[in-house]
């Protein structure tokens, strides 16, 4: 009578699958319920086969292992990226913020300094040209600009927000 195989995990799905294919290409009467699936497969594999079964087995496994290994790769690069992009939007915001908050000219060189950088870096990992990466740059100042400007409009600073303008009149 074969066993039913029902992976719990889909790791345990390849599992399930390698050991249909053992049973399939001569792994009988190993005593499976004993054993882990790792240990289950490596007996299945030096004692249950010959040389020629054991080269079917290998050759299905590899077939089965490399494109789950480059999936689980993929999903971790994403996710890695997708943490580099949160920090990054954060990053700008944050500038963003503190520029509005103390519009002194201190503060704004520093916060488009660190705008300049963090685009640049983001722009790096991403594989940005140096015309995107421009692009983004003078994207992200315009933004730090108008809030910038906005803040000294409303705490109606109408003198040091037009002077403001005249000065950062290009990066709008």
């Known amino acids: 009578m074969q066993r039913v195989c029902r992976p719990k995990l889909i790791g345990g799905l390849k599992a399930c699958l390698l050991r249909i294919i053992a049973n399939e290409i001569g792994g009988e009467g190993l005593d499976e319920d004993k054993l882990t699936e790792s240990e289950f497969l490596f007996k299945v594999h030096e004692e249950g086969m010959d040389d020629a079964q054991r080269q079917a087995f290998d050759s299905i496994r590899n077939r089965m292992s490399v494109p789950f290994l480059t999936t689980i790769g993929k999903h971790g690069s994403g996710q890695l990226l997708d943490a580099a992009k949160d920090s990054y939007s954060s990053a700008i ?80």
């Open 93 to 172: 915001s944050s500038s963003e913020e503190m520029a509005s908050q103390s519009p002194d000219k201190e503060n704004i060189f520093l916060q488009v300094d660190r705008i300049k950088s963090s685009t640049r870096g983001i722009g790096a990992q991403l594989g940005w040209d140096k015309e995107t990466t421009d692009r983004a740059v003078a994207e992200n100042l315009g933004k730090l600009h108008v809030a910038v400007f906005n803040s000294l409009m409303s705490d109606e600073d109408i003198d040091g927000a037009k002077e403001y303008l005249e000065v950062n009149r290009a990066g709008f």
